[in-house]
């Protein structure tokens, strides 16, 4: 498989009922785009509450693409506001809305409101992969050694 361009088209869809800007970057150097809630009302989060929160818009990514849907770092810091299943994952035959599963861990509510930013989308590369079964891996230098085997310096 060729490398993939280090540019691509991504065809974005308005949903009805959406009149909100579409996704952009913050500054031209900004890695993800800035999804906005479609909300009809504004929606109040209490602590410790999750809800979809629809944003809108569809997309169609390009076959060895995905879009990740991250929280919004000030939204984290603030509020406590985050993404449950973060990053969360939209396929490339995903066709559907792109909902964000926002969740306050915060101690107090949480309002979001029509056109609030909410989230983030990182478009990255997801190359086709193919598992291999084997009897035995190779070995290296860390081995089996899991969680905090490296230590903390």
Avoid at 15 to 34: I, Y
Avoid at 70 to 90: V, Y
Avoid at 108 to 118: L, Q, S, Y
Avoid at 121 to 144: E, H, K, Y
Wanted: hydrophobic share 40%; proline share 9%; charged share 20%.
């Amino acid at each position: 498989m060729a490398d993939a361009p280090d540019t691509i088209d991504i065809l974005i869809q308005r949903l009805p009922g959406n009149d909100l800007p579409l996704p952009a970057r913050a500054t031209s150097r900004s890695a993800g785009f800035d999804l906005r809630a479609c909300v009809e009302a504004p929606l109040t989060l209490e602590p410790g509450r999750r809800a979809l929160v629809p944003t809108g818009i569809a997309i169609a990514l390009p076959d060895g693409w995905e879009a990740q849907i991250r929280p919004r770092s000030g939204l984290a810091a603030e509020w406590g506001l985050t993404m449950l299943n973060s990053p969360g994952t939209i396929d490339a035959d995903y066709r559907g809305e792109i909902r964000v599963l926002a969740v306050n861990l915060g101690e107090n509510p949480v309002v979001i409101r029509r056109g609030d930013r909410i989230a983030q989308m990182i478009v990255a590369r997801a190359p086709q992969v193919t598992l291999r079964a084997v009897d035995q891996l190779p070995p290296s230098d860390r081995g089996a050694g899991g969680f905090g085997h490296t230590g903390s310096k």
